[in-house]
C-alpha cells in the first residue's frame, strides 16, 4: 500500500511560483511512477506531469512544458511540482498519484493510478 499526502498549495497572483511536494508512505513508492493530475471546477481530472521511479524520464503536458518541473527524492519519499509563471488558468486541485503497476512507464490516464492523494488548492489570481 501507498499513501500520498499533498502540500504546498495556496493562493498567488498571475507570474508566481510555488512549490508542490507529495509525501509517500509505503516501501514500494520508490519503485512507482508518480503523476500529477489536477481537477478545475466543473472539468475532468487531467493529467500535468508524471515521473518514471528512477527519476529519469519525465513527461508533461503542453500547457505546463516551459513552465513546471517534476522531481522526485527516493530517499526522502517526495516528489515535488516546481511551478512558475502560473497563470489563472493553473487554478486547480492538485493531485499526487502513484501508478497501480511496478511499471516504469509514464501513463496520463488517471485510471492508471491506483493511489491518489486528497489533493492541494491552488488558486491564481489575474
Known amino acids: 500500500q501507498v499513501q500520498l499526502v499533498e502540500s504546498g498549495g495556496g493562493l498567488v497572483q498571475a507570474g508566481d511560483s510555488l512549490r508542490l511536494s507529495c509525501l509517500a508512505s509505503?516501501?514500494?513508492?520508490?519503485?512507482?511512477?508518480v503523476g500529477w493530475f489536477r481537477q478545475a471546477p466543473g472539468q475532468e481530472r487531467e493529467f500535468v506531469a508524471g515521473?518514471?521511479?528512477?527519476?529519469?524520464?519525465?513527461s508533461y503536458t503542453d500547457s505546463v512544458k516551459g513552465r513546471f518541473t517534476i522531481s522526485r527524492d527516493n530517499a526522502k519519499s517526495t516528489v515535488y511540482l516546481q511551478m512558475k509563471m502560473l497563470k489563472p488558468e493553473d487554478t486547480a486541485l492538485y493531485y499526487c498519484?502513484?501508478?497501480?503497476?511496478?511499471?516504469?512507464?509514464?501513463?496520463?490516464?488517471?485510471?492508471?493510478?491506483?493511489?491518489w492523494g486528497q489533493g492541494t488548492q491552488v488558486t491564481v489570481s489575474s
Open positions: 509505503g516501501r514500494t513508492f520508490s519503485s512507482r511512477v
Open positions: 515521473i518514471s521511479w528512477s527519476g529519469s524520464n519525465t
Open positions: 498519484a502513484a501508478r497501480q503497476a511496478l511499471t516504469n512507464l509514464i501513463d496520463v490516464r488517471r485510471e492508471k493510478y491506483g493511489y
